[in-house]
Structure formats: C-alpha cells, structure tokens
Nanobody, 114 residues
Framework: QVQLVESGGGLVQAGGSLRLSCAASGSIFGINAMGWYRQAPGKQRELVAVIISGGSTNYADSVKGRCTISRGSAKNTVYLQMNSLTPEDTAVYYC????????WGQGTQVTVSS
C-alpha cells in the first residue's frame, strides 16, 4: 500500500517561508502529475500547484510568484517552497500524485499568523 508522507508544515509569521515535502512510501508507476492542494476551514479544497511529468508547472493565481513546486531526485518526491506567506495561506496542505491511480497524503497544517 503506497502512502504519501508530508512534512514541513507549521506556524509561521506573515512574510515568512515554509518548504513542504512529500514522499511516497513505495513505488508509484505511470506518474502523470504531482501537486499540492489546500483546504481552509469552511472552504473547498483547491489546487495550489502542480508539476506535470514533462516538467511544466501550473500555479493558482493566489500563489503565483510566491510558491515554487519541484520534484526531487527521487522521482516519487515533490516539494513546495512557499514565500511571503500571508494569513490567507492558512490551510491544511495535501500532496497529490496522479499515476495509474490517484494518491493523497494525510495533510499538513500550515498556519500563518498576522
């Protein structure tokens, strides 16, 4: 059973940075995309950033210029560097991998204080 393990969340002041990491516990075949989603209290889960197998990336308008998604040298890892954080970035962040099936991580809390 493949699991996605996220780390790097926490409490940070506005203007600060965090780097989220996600690693798969096993091999995932046929990866098409790896991404990060977030869900704030009372809101729907939304895409933050995604990296396609060819290396192209896509970002939500709200994080463009502040966040960078990348894949690790171990292909089953993905990172999200977040800079200039604001309280509006407060949410649970979920790792997502789309391969022959779709995988979700358990989520990591990011809290940005004003």
């Amino acid at each position: 059973q493949v699991q996605l393990v996220e780390s790097g969340g926490g409490l940070v002041q506005a203007g600060g940075s965090l780097r989220l990491s996600c690693a798969a516990s096993g091999s995932i075949f046929g990866i098409n995309a790896m991404g990060w989603y977030r869900q704030a209290p009372g809101k729907q889960r939304e895409l933050v950033a995604v990296i396609i197998s060819g290396g192209s990336t896509n970002y939500a308008d709200s994080v463009k210029g502040r966040c960078t998604i990348s894949r690790g040298s171990a292909k089953n890892t993905v990172y999200l560097q977040m800079n200039s954080l604001t309280p509006e970035d407060t949410a649970v962040y979920y790792c997502n991998v789309q391969g022959l099936r779709t995988y979700w991580g358990q989520g990591t809390q990011v809290t940005v204080s004003s």
